[in-house]
């Protein structure tokens, strides 16, 4: 049985204060939370305040980006070292705004996807199409490039740490949601992506996000499906009752 994992990526919101008066509102009612993995993604400048509110607990912190060197003259860059040392242990990377406004190709995320490896980082990876590439009938298509360019050369033992998610971009932050059996269907195939790429066992094994507009009202019913395995959640994560309430839907 896949564990369930459900991420809030706050995106470029929240101050250090507020930061951390969300994740304390939802240290409340998750702190013990162990049937789902939950990981909170702040903005790098609240990583270390939440780290340390969340010492002790179930909850976990993961970053929303990071460069594929170690260290070096990268203005303005972050590298895993520097994330580890904040007890972060994931990393979303590939997210489709990271794509779209800052150049972010397959290539690109691939580099990091390996440096994130490297550093015991675990991935969150992020694929999905653009409204044209599914009015077209291009979504199969553009997703198994996305998984096989992003994850290319990753062993065996480094796919026991990597996390899919599938965001279908024209559901982000849009309010349409893709429904459970469209969500469905992708994540199935990527599981057969994998599975071509790799082997059965990692297939059945690699966990898969659904991310765009999950909200209480649609979780359960995506996260039922099958394949899907939590949620990339962004807006709802602002807030701590959505957010829990998204987790709970999980359990
Ligand atoms: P959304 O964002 O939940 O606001 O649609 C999801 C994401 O971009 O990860």
């Known amino acids: 049985m896949r564990k369930p994992i459900v991420a809030g990526n706050w995106k470029m919101n929240k101050t250090v204060a507020e930061a951390v008066a969300l994740v304390t509102d939802i240290k409340r009612d998750l702190a013990e939370c162990s049937g789902v993995d939950v990981v909170l993604c702040p903005p790098f400048t609240a990583l270390s305040a939440v780290s340390e509110t969340i010492t002790g607990t179930q909850l976990d912190l993961g970053a929303q980006n990071m460069h594929w060197e170690a260290s070096g003259a990268y203005t303005g860059e972050v590298a895993a070292g520097m994330l580890r040392e904040l007890f972060c242990h994931y990393v979303i990377l590939g997210h489709s705004e990271r794509r779209a406004y800052f150049g972010e190709s397959d290539e690109i995320v691939n580099k990091k996807v390996k440096a994130a490896l490297a550093a015991n980082l675990r991935p969150i990876v992020c694929v999905g199409e653009q409204l044209e590439d599914r009015d077209a009938g291009r979504t199969e298509a553009v997703v198994e490039q996305q998984v096989r360019g992003s994850l290319a050369g990753c062993s065996a033992r480094e796919w026991a740490d990597v996390v899919i998610a599938y965001e279908p ?32 066992s990692i297939a059945q094994s690699v966990r898969i996000q659904y991310g765009g507009s999950m909200k209480p009202a649609n979780a359960k019913e995506l996260i039922g499906q099958p394949d899907i395995d939590g949620g990339l959640i962004g807006g709802a994560a602002l807030d701590a009752r959505s957010f829990v309430e998204i987790v709970q839907a999980a359990l």
Request: overall charge negative; glycine content about 6%.
């Open 169 to 200: 971009v024209w559901a982000i932050g849009t309010g349409r949601t893709a429904t459970p059996e469209q969500a469905q269907d992708v994540h199935a195939f990527i599981r057969s992506v994998v599975r071509e790429m790799v082997d059965d």
